[in-house]
Nanobody, 117 residues
């Protein structure tokens, strides 16, 4: 079994920054990749950023430049640094990990980010 735990969400003003963290724990040996997704009520969950074990990253093009994903493999932790936040970034942010144990795809419970104008 494995668990993902996000932290760092909250209420900020437009233009401010926020960093989310997600720690993976459990009986796994390898994290193949981490992802951050976000979801607003009534909409599909969308991919924000992805980081592979080798450090390669992918971003939603509209967020590139404001959001940065990074990871610390030794701590089984992924981060999402968000800068110049906008009200439209308001969402529940979810961490996802591809691990080497069944069912391979794991999700955190989500953390709320609210950006006030």
């Amino acid at each position: 079994q494995a668990q993902l735990m996000e932290s760092g969400g909250g209420l900020v003003q437009a233009g401010e920054s926020l960093t989310l963290s997600c720690v993976a724990s459990g009986n796994f040996n390898r994290i193949n990749e981490f992802e951050w997704h976000r979801q607003v009520p009534g909409a599909f969950r969308e991919l924000v950023a992805r980081i592979y074990r080798n450090g390669r990253t992918d971003y939603d093009e509209s967020l590139k430049g404001r959001f940065t994903i990074s990871s610390d493999n030794a701590k089984n932790t992924v981060y999402l640094q968000m800068t110049n936040l906008k009200p439209e970034d308001t969402a529940v942010y979810y961490c996802n990990a591809d691990l080497d144990i069944f069912p391979f795809d794991f999700w955190g419970q989500g953390t709320q980010v609210t950006v006030a104008s």
